[in-house]
């Protein structure tokens, strides 16, 4: 697939790419099962991040007043120790900057500030997360 894969980090099983290549994890960081990771635009993780189960990230849209509906990229950057909470969605274009939090089942149509906690659909920032935080996100599951 032509990715690049941090010493530490984990993609589980179950997990759909769209294309190679356009996707980079850096270390300690892991995508958990069944997400949807739609790569057309890009996509870069940096370390110790933790993304979810049936998390999707999609990089493609369509522009629905053109003609002929052209297709629309744009990359999704998510920085270091930045958490994805269990179904959340990130459209195109998006920045998760480093430390922030995405809540469950939240709708992000816009980059976060960081250390931000975000949730709803479409995800608004509720409160600002501490921002003394150094763990591991590396995670590695029995049946992976």
Do not use: W
């Not at 890009?42 to 999707?56: A, M, T, W």
């Not at 998510?78 to 958490?83: Q, T």
């Not at 969605?89 to 816009?110: D, F, P, R, W």
Request: contains cysteine; aromatic residues 10%; positive net charge.
């Amino acid at each position: 697939m032509n990715f690049k894969i941090g010493k530490g980090s984990s993609i589980h099983l179950g997990c759909h790419f769209n294309s190679p290549g356009l996707f980079s994890i850096k270390e300690n960081s892991t995508i958990n099962q069944f997400c949807h990771i739609d790569n057309r635009g890009g996509i870069e993780i940096g370390s110790n991040v933790s993304i979810s189960p049936k998390v999707s990230l999609i990089t493609a849209s369509h522009d629905l007043n053109d003609e002929g509906a052209r297709g629309l990229t744009g990359a999704i950057i998510i920085e270091d120790y930045v958490f994805i909470g269990y179904n959340a969605l990130v459209l195109k274009s998006c920045t998760l900057k480093t430390g922030s939090v995405l809540g469950a089942m939240s709708l992000l149509t816009s980059s976060t500030e960081p250390y931000g906690i975000y949730f709803g659909a479409p995800a608004a920032l509720k409160k600002i997360r501490n921002k003394n935080i150094s763990y591991s996100g590396s995670y590695k599951r029995l049946f992976h």
